[in-house]
């Protein structure tokens, strides 16, 4: 079965400073991938996602971005965190394949804090 | 802006009592649907899906697709007090993308 795997869980960090978050899947290949954001008492926010190794599309403009080195990882940086980006930020994959390619399986998410 | 609308609650239902879930969505191209329970502090999990017109049922869940009205609900038949959550919709957009846009969710609330 697949599993997927957000680190850290949480983090806080000063205004200025990068970040480094990571996930990683297991149990499948070529998924697609997803990084969304969840501020407090909001929607999720889709912030990137990755069809292929390489292949970022970014939905936002801002200070973050995101890469996927490997087929099964990716990874959202930052080198220098505002405080409008405290949030719950929540990584994803789906299958390829058109019948479950909008069926999204979240990670535990990775709440930062930003001071 | 392609959107997808809910009311933000709290819906608060008795113990036993139907909850009923309500969601609508600007892109009338959207083909797939889903409900996302979110417990506080935790990660969103898929509950139900639906793509056609009409009814789907799953054990307490049903969830109900008019691509006409571009309305999507969910009902929670016998709700426990581990229904308690944030419920979150979310269609796919049109144009080919494997890109979901969440509405912001209803909080519900089921008392004993």
């Known amino acids: 079965s697949q599993t997927i795997h957000q680190w850290p869980a949480t983090l806080v960090q000063p205004v200025g400073s990068p970040l480094s978050l990571e996930c990683t899947v297991e149990g499948t290949s070529n998924p697609n991938l997803y990084w969304y954001r969840q501020a407090a008492g909001r929607g999720l926010q889709l912030l990137f996602y990755?069809?292929?190794?390489?292949?970022i599309s970014s939905e936002v403009p801002q200070n973050l971005s995101a890469s996927r080195p490997q087929d099964r990882q990716f990874i959202l940086s930052s080198k220098k965190l505002l405080l409008s980006d405290s949030g719950f930020y929540l990584c994803?994959?789906?299958?390829?394949?058109?019948?479950?390619?909008?069926?999204?399986?979240f990670g535990a998410g990775s709440r930062l804090t930003v001071l | 802006q392609k959107e997808v609308e809910q009311n933000s609650g709290p819906l608060s239902v008795p113990e036993g009592a139907i909850a009923s879930l309500n969601c609508t969505y600007s892109?009338?191209?959207?083909?797939?649907f889903f409900w996302y329970r979110q417990y506080s502090g935790k990660s969103p999990e898929l509950i139900m899906s639906?793509?056609?017109?009409g009814d789907k049922e799953d054990g307490r869940f049903t969830a109900q697709l008019n691509k006409a009205s571009q309305y999507v609900s969910l009902l929670i038949r016998d709700s426990q007090p581990s229904d308690s959550a944030t419920y979150l919709c979310a269609g796919s957009l049109s144009g080919g993308y494997n890109k979901l846009i969440f509405g912001a969710g209803t909080r519900l609330a089921v008392h004993p």
């Open positions: 994803a994959w789906s299958p390829q394949d058109r019948a479950g390619a909008n069926v999204l399986t």
């Open positions: 990755s069809v292929g190794i390489g292949q």
């Open positions: 639906i793509y056609s017109n």
């Open positions: 892109d009338r191209g959207s083909q797939s």
